[in-house]
Each structure stands twice: as C-alpha cells, then as structure tokens.
C-alpha cells in the first residue's frame, strides 16, 4: 500500500496581508479620485477664466475703435437712477454694475444705436446685443477724459458668495474692497465657478 504524503509547501495569502493590500488600494483610489476632482476643478476655472477675459478683451477694442475713429465727444449720462450710459458716437453702451445677468436685471452691458438726441440710458426697445456673458457682471465701466480717453473694463464670473465686494461702488471707476484688493474671487469652495478680468486702456484718436 502506497502512501501519499500532503505537500506542506501550499503558499497563499494571510488575512493581514489582503488587508494591507486593499489598504494600499483604497489609498491609490482615493489619491486618483482627489487628483481627477482637482483637475476637474482647474478645467472649469480655465475655461470661466477665459470667459471673462474674452469679455473684457472684445468690450474693449470694440470701444477703442469707435473712440479712435469718431468725432463726436462721449456723452455720460449723470441720470441717478441704476442703469447709466456712454454714447461713443452713435453707438450707445447702457450698463448697470454689480447685478448679474441672469439675475433680477435683463440686461448689464447693452451695445445699441442711439438714433436720436442726448445719452440716455436704453429702454432695451430697439435692437442691439448683450455683450456680457451669462452668470457675469460688470464691476468697473467708465469712460473718462478727452483723447486720450481713459477706459475701465472689469468682469467678475460667479455668484456673490464667491466674489469679494461683488456689487462694487457706484462710480463706474475700479472696483475695490474693503482690504484695497479689486474684486475677485475668495478662493473658497466652489472657486471653479468664479472669475474675474480687469483692464485699463489708454485710447487716443486717429489724426
């Protein structure tokens, strides 16, 4: 009769060993999953970052073109009341600062033609284009001085929670906060969703 003799040589896993492994595993998933959130985040930044400084770059030289070439002086409406206006020309840029759009406001920065008398502010009746992008404001607009003409632009993208000074001062002049910063973003959560641009031209007319 043969006898067999069991192999004692039978190598597996223990359960300390499985649980090491799916530890370094879990941590592996975890670190990925921050990294992709992160990357992500940098993604939506970018592409609201690029947003608003389309906004402020094609405002800009849409006005450095009509101050260069025209011949009649900005009109500034001194009306009181929210919304106000310039007029570089014939063209009319009725503004409000500091309310979204998209908000309670219909429109922030409305390009029009004024067809006849003085600057006034738009009643939006006639046909003209929005040129501030969805779930953005103005925080600065004014025109100032006389060739050469002094232009501020701000643009801030995102909600008044992640914005400091969102709704700016009254002025139409740079807009500042309380700690002398301009307004930008808190860098708080959701800060992917916040963006701001800010520029100044100095415009003088064509001879």
Known sequence: MIKRQKSTNQQGFT??????????????????????TSIGRLYYKGINQVRVQDNVRSIS????????????AVADNTDPTQVK????????YTFVLG????????????RDTLLSGTCRASDFTQPGDELITPNARL?????????????????????????TNPRGSSDGTRQDAADGTRVQCNGD???QFCATAYSVSVITKRL
């Open 189 to 191: 959560i959701g800060q």
């Open 61 to 72: 030289e849409g006005i450095t073109q009509r101050l260069q070439l025209t011949n009649m």
């Open 85 to 92: 206006a310039y007029c570089v020309g014939k063209t009319r």
């Open 15 to 36: 359960i300390i060993e499985l649980m090491i492994a799916t530890s370094i595993l879990s941590v592996i998933l975890v670190m990925a999953t921050i990294m992709m």
């Open 139 to 163: 925080t600065a607009f004014s025109i100032a001085g006389d060739s050469p003409y002094i232009v501020n632009i701000g643009v801030a993208y995102g909600d008044d929670d992640l914005l």
């Open 99 to 110: 309310s979204k759009l998209g908000g309670i406001v219909q429109h922030v920065l409305w």
